[in-house]
T-cell receptor, first 111, second 113 residues
Framework: RKEVEQDPGPFNVPEGATVAFNCTYSNSASQSFFWYRQDCRKEPKLLMSVYSSGNEDGRFTAQLNRASQYISLLIRDSKLSDSATYLC????????????FGTGTLLAVQP | NAGVTQTPKFQVLKTGQSMTLQCAQDMNHNSMYWYRQDPGMGLRLIYYSASEGTTDKGEVPNGYNVSRLNKREFSLRLESAAPSQTSVYFCASIQDLGSRPQYFGPGTRLTVT
């Protein structure tokens, strides 16, 4: 079983749609969680951190369920510019600040 | 600030050749990392350096060596390139160890024939 699992997609949605991505992680000791965005042939860039109480940044909402070891990302009112791969990332913390990356979910927003 | 920079952007090597990938950051970060990204595999940690003067193996260190030249620079060396090392290589950095996100360079696309 992969340490961080995501549905690879692709998710093809029309502009204005709401889309949700899910991610599960296997290590219950994981300490912090992030969503990164990666455009084609570019480096990953931090989209948002994920907090236990849930957090929102504009059209983006992230949720964490520690009991179920589950993270989600909700994108409302999708824009063409949201088309990218979304990476779920888990940090085990400790002495290495080691990040474990999911393989990503591809989102394609259609006009 | 340039953030994290990497050179070269692209490289083609023949099997058995050697090369060094360079990474530098101007954010005064203590910790630096090298990852490789392959289709369907996600990013995998090759080596990391928690602070100047220290380096440690990550998930996939075989075939690579690293040098933390100073606080700014962290290089990755392939001594004898193999086709299995064809990948995109990303360098990343962070201020210090802890539960914080990392910042990535633009990547080096390496093909080994």
């Amino acid at each position: 079983r992969k340490e961080v699992e995501q549905d690879p997609g692709p998710f093809n949605v029309p502009e204005g749609a709401t889309v949700a991505f899910n991610c599960t992680y296997s290590n219950s000791a994981s300490q912090s969680f992030f969503w990164y965005r990666q455009d084609c042939r570019k480096e990953p860039k931090l989209l948002m951190s994920v907090y236990s109480s849930g957090n929102e940044d504009g059209r983006f909402t992230a949720q964490l369920n520690r009991a179920s070891q589950y993270i989600s990302l909700l994108i409302r009112d999708s824009k063409l510019s949201d088309s990218a791969t979304y990476l779920c990332v888990v940090n085990y913390g400790g002495a290495t600040n080691k990040l474990i990356f999911g393989t990503g979910t591809l989102l394609a927003v259609q006009p | 600030n340039a953030g994290v920079t990497q050179t070269p952007k692209f490289q083609v090597l023949k099997t058995g050749q050697s090369m060094t990938l360079q990474c530098a950051q101007d954010m005064n970060h203590n910790s630096m990392y090298w990852y490789r990204q392959d289709p369907g595999m996600g990013l995998r940690l090759i080596y990391y350096s928690a602070s100047e003067g220290t380096t440690d193996k990550g998930e996939v260190p075989n075939g690579y060596n690293v040098s933390r030249l100073n606080k700014r620079e962290f290089s990755l060396r392939l001594e004898s390139a193999a086709p299995s090392q064809t990948s995109v290589y990303f360098c990343a950095s962070i201020q210090d160890l802890g539960s914080r996100p990392q910042y990535f360079g633009p990547g080096t696309r390496l093909t080994v024939t």
